[in-house]
């Protein structure tokens, strides 16, 4: 129990550490200004402290150590600068809450408790042998999220240490101030955890640190697993634990792991730019992110035109009176499992024996080499070698087909013609390599030389870019060899495979490529050319996995073979159902390395707020609220989309007056947005998201629910509920997803008839509107 002799000890204590932050940070100061002019001062007389000198091999050996030396001495300042820059990045972040728990601990052996404040990073005393504050990553700290009062243990690098936890307490900081703190001995340690989510959304994610819940720390701290898959709920802290797991791994591995060995794929920009000042927050670098869309296009950019996720989605979400529809539906479904990977596995092996497709090799219009002779050339190899071992024999072979063939064009008429238009520069390059070739050289002679080496610098920048056509196997029809794969016997029975290959064959003919075929395609490539891979990526993170397929994760364990993966998502919150997953484990495989970490505790939203929307799932009971008070979210029926601006509006309005700083009103589509946009811009300044926006400001905006993945808002308006817009069994899930972006109120409109997913929820879970 905490006395007033404790609160005073406390503040004069937070009185002390906030003054000992400021006097390093003015130590610091100094010693940044020292280091910043030392950095000056030898960038400015660099090459005074450089004796140049080249008339010789020695000299020239003792010019290049010189310069060495003095960029070494450079590159040593600067890291000086930039380690003190990060160190005055924590002191700033410590002055405003230096710590937010204690726990008061007497290990094994020992018959005092020693308090143990912990805080977002270290602080050591002045001699740098006592530790002020403990960082929140440090082994001992995970005592404080795991454990009550009472026998507890951590994992140390000498091994498991044994303990008695008499107590812990938390602490809120107000700039520096302590302002109050309770033992969680007898007060409920949920409190500290209200006292955050109460707090009003932010266009960028919070550390969650200071409220890091068991289960999550679990999470965070794992370090043995090769696979971490997180299944949890909606805001059950998914993407805040990978997160803060990241910041953790770089802390542990801090002398083997930096932050440009982790990847995190998002599954948008806005999220990415939503999540981007986590790392920095907690004093590490960013990792690298990038989106699945991204690395295609990339890849195949260049290429096709190629469909993005979303543009996929916004058709099987809005195209359902389309001829195709229904033939496209079955062949993204079908294209997203591991089934069709092994068939394309079974048609790779089929063409070790026969059907490799090849270009035919041309340059300035004419064949050199057809890809009959390729194919003959090809197949003419040793049969027992891999695919990819004949490739770069065929390949090699190539290169000094062509080699033959540049010679053979050096006296062609259109060097001749090329010739003339040689600029300056390329002579005068040129009659220099020669003089310096040829010294004693006659005029004549050097003339007659000088033709020739025009002739061949000519012919080789000619055939440069079709040497490196052919270095990349450029040559490779893969094209072909797709469709083919299309149309082989290897589909069996599958429902409408015939027209689904003719459409994805005329997609193709017009250099579009399909959301769904863009994986098999890259692992075709991968399978003929060579495995793209790497090896420098040690840990991937994967956010909203959900809407992933089966064969997309199964795709990016061969890119980076030396990394481990936390994954994380939640089924109920799947946006691509109709490309559904054989799911995360099973992809996996049964190997031992994999663990699976569930979260059914959901923090985000107020109590009233969950307890609707889990009654939009299958099963409500998966989901927990957390009790936390809040008002019903109201539902309002209207007549027709011109009836619907009014009751909005004046939704809108209310929340304005109620100064809630970020609201969103939620559509299905793009298209449901952008008409929701132009109804609603004449009286509000409002922000209509798009697939590719990278931020977005507080105030209102308006967005389709799969841009609205893993964010969150003060308020939600979920703009049209109709059963005509989430009436099928996977729109059920949209719906969920739309309603859990809101943390404090949620009010759901419908035109006509509600979504019979609504119409299921108790009555007394929602105030209908007027």
Not at 39 to 58: D, R
Not at 304 to 327: M, P, R
Not at 493 to 522: C, F, R, S
Not at 595 to 611: A, Q, V
Request: proline content about 3%; charged content about 25%.
């Amino acid at each position: 129990m905490s006395t007033n002799n404790d609160w005073m000890y406390e503040q004069e204590r937070a009185a002390f550490i906030h003054a000992y932050i400021r006097t390093k940070q003015a130590l610091l100061r100094e010693k940044a200004e020292g280091v910043s002019s030392d950095e000056m001062e030898l960038k400015e007389t660099f090459w005074e402290n450089v004796t140049v000198n080249l008339s010789n091999t020695e000299d020239a050996a003792e010019t290049i150590s010189s310069i060495k030396q003095q960029a070494e001495l450079l590159n040593e300042r600067e890291r000086s600068g930039e380690l003190v820059k990060r160190h005055m990045k924590t002191l700033r972040r410590l002055a405003e809450s230096p710590y937010f728990g204690r726990i008061d601990l007497i290990e094994e052996g020992e018959t005092k408790a020693e308090p143990i404040y912990i805080g977002l990073a270290s602080l050591m005393d002045e001699t740098e042998n006592e530790f002020y504050i403990y960082d929140w990553r440090a082994p001992i700290s995970s005592v404080y999220y795991d454990f009550g009062p009472g026998d507890v243990h951590y994992e140390a690098p000498a091994g498991v240490v044994h303990a008695m936890l008499e107590n812990k307490r938390q602490y809120v900081f107000r700039r520096g101030a302590l302002k109050t703190m309770f033992d969680t001995a007898i007060t409920i340690g949920d409190e500290r955890l209200k006292e955050a989510l109460s707090h009003q959304a932010n266009t960028q994610m919070k550390t969650i640190v200071s409220t890091i819940q068991k289960e999550q720390n679990t999470a965070i701290r794992d370090h043995k697993s090769r696979f971490l898959v997180v299944q949890g709920v909606a805001g059950s802290g998914k993407t805040s634990v990978a997160m803060q797991r990241a910041a953790y791994l770089l802390y542990k591995h801090r002398n083997s792991i930096h932050a440009n060995q982790l990847v995190l794929f998002s599954p948008n920009q806005l999220f990415a730019s939503y999540v981007s000042t986590v790392l920095p927050e907690l004093g590490e670098e960013n990792m690298a992110q990038m989106t699945f869309r991204t690395y295609v296009y990339k890849r195949l950019g260049k290429r096709f035109e190629v469909e993005n996720g979303f543009e996929q989605l916004e058709y099987v979400l809005g195209a359902k009176e389309d001829s195709a529809y229904t033939i496209r539906l079955v062949g993204i479904r079908e294209k997203a499992g591991l089934s069709f990977k092994d068939r394309l596995d079974a048609y790779v092996d089929q063409l070790e024996g026969d059907g490799f497709s090849f270009h035919d090799v041309t340059f300035r219009g004419r064949v050199l080499v057809s890809k009959s002779d390729l194919q003959t050339y090809f197949y003419c190899l040793n049969q027992d070698n891999p695919i990819q071992n004949r490739l770069r024999q065929t390949a090699e072979w190539l290169l000094k087909e062509l080699a033959k063939e540049e010679g053979r064009e050096r006296s062609s008429e259109w060097v001749e013609q090329e010739r003339e238009l040689v600029d300056k520069e390329t002579l005068l390059k040129i009659h220099h390599e020669i003089q310096q070739a040829y010294p004693n050289e006659d005029v004549f002679a050097e003339e007659e030389k000088q033709h020739k080496r025009l002739a061949r610098y000519l012919t080789a920048e000619a055939f440069k870019p079709l040497k490196k056509w052919v270095k990349t196997y450029g040559f490779v029809d893969d094209q072909q060899m797709y469709e083919a794969f299309l149309f082989a016997d290897v589909h069996g029975n599958v429902e409408h495979w015939g027209a689904i290959a003719l459409w994805t064959k005329d997609q193709l003919d017009h250099g579009v490529l399909p959301y769904e075929d863009a994986t098999p395609y890259m692992y075709l490539q991968d399978r003929l050319k060579g495995l793209r891979v790497d090896r420098s990526i040690r840990h991937v993170f994967i956010d909203e996995a959900q809407d992933y397929s089966s064969f997309q994760l199964a795709f990016m364990q061969r890119l980076y073979p030396a990394a481990r993966f936390t994954i994380v998502g939640d089924r109920s919150q799947a946006l691509f159902t109709h490309a559904t997953s054989q799911g995360v484990l099973q992809q996996l495989g049964e190997q031992e390395d994999v663990r699976l970490l569930r979260f059914s505790k959901s923090y985000r939203s107020t109590e009233p707020i969950m307890r609707f929307a889990r009654e939009l799932l299958p099963n409500p009971a998966d989901v927990q609220p957390f009790e936390r008070e809040g008002t019903k979210p109201t539902l309002n029926v209207v007549a027709s989309k011109e009836a619907l601006v009014t009751p909005v509006k004046d939704q809108l309005q209310a929340f304005a007056d109620e100064e809630i700083a970020t609201v969103a009103v939620i559509t299905k589509t793009a298209r449901e947005a952008a008409d929701a946009h132009a109804r609603l811009s004449e009286w509000f300044d409002i922000q209509l998201l798009k697939q590719d926006d990278h931020e977005y400001a507080r105030g209102l905006v308006i967005l389709p629910v799969y841009l609205a993945k893993g964010i969150e808002f003060d308020a939600v308006i979920v703009y049209d509920a109709s059963d005509g817009v989430y009436g099928a069994e996977q729109e059920r899930f949209h719906l969920y997803t739309a309603c859990t972006r809101a943390m404090h109120k949620l009010a759901v409109f419908s035109i006509g008839q509600p979504s019979r997913w609504v119409e299921a929820v108790p009555g007394e879970l929602y105030t209908k509107g007027s």
